[in-house]
């Protein structure tokens, strides 16, 4: 479950991570205050790499010398800089051992870094043709729905249903307290202005806090748009071709569909407005065109589909009629 012309967010934005470490100890008591240990990321991914930072206020760490061990398998030794470590499956162990040397002195700390797998999957609650195969973009004055896809494991490798986890939501650096709680996996947020970015985030934790896990990503709204296609009496609406430009009316009459994209629909659908000539002509999805007359000529038909003040999207289509006489599908 890791993340066309409207995909949301590359799986690069779906951050799902999880992880837990803590202060084990050190030679000659607590080493804790000597230096510090950060590990980046946060939540490190299963199968990945956790990047550790040594911090200290009281030793030069220029000339200290470092050695750092994983399970017993020493994995690094020299100056003191960032270290990286592999990481295993979701919810293995890695107890990490850091000894820092500096003035004939040595200074131990130990950590345990539990890797967890938490995605979080965007739902952009906006406009999209039935049967579109991809996903609409993020809405201008809409919403989004953000879904946390949570899978903590214990050191044994066993599963934890997501229902019984706690989800804790952040938005842009505030908790939404009233989206947080035990099976709260989902939260709506509304989308950013434009030109803006709002950050979402969530910690997932078990019940008796042993495993902690979690995930962020970054939404940005995106233009919407509106396309026009030909209702075809036999095949229906053509998908596969969306009109622009020049189209000509072979026919006694052509019907044309609008279908807007990544319009915010949490007060209904978008409102479509055609027009013919500068002229409005009708509403709604749908618009029969039938030429009058046995002459040739030329029209102008645009549309607008809107919701909001600043959700708008428009159309422009050259029409052409009276030049050929169409044939029906079985070429008669």
Known sequence: MRSGLFTVFTLALLLPVAA????LGGIGGDTSSVFTISVNPQYPLPHSQATLSFLSSSLDLSNSTLKVSVGGKNIYQGSVQPVSIT???AGAVANVTTELSSGGTKYTQSLSIQPQDVVLIAEPISSSPVLY?????????????V???ANLRSASGKALSPSALSYSWTVDSTRIANSSGIGKSTVIVASPLQYR????????VSQDGSLVGGASLSLMPQEPSVRIYENDPLLGIRYDRALGGNYAIRGAEATLFAAPFSLPTTNGSPFI???LGGATAQTGSLITLRPAGSGEGIASLSLTASAGSNAIATAILSLTFGATKGTNFFGL
């Open 20 to 23: 837990s470490a803590q202060a």
């Open 87 to 89: 990481l295993g499956s």
């Open 133 to 145: 195969p991809g996903k609409p973009r993020i809405p201008l004055e809409g919403d989004v729905r």
């Open 147 to 149: 879904v946390a896809m």
């Open 197 to 204: 970015v709002r950050d979402v985030s969530v910690a997932v």
């Open 273 to 275: 407005q055609w027009f």
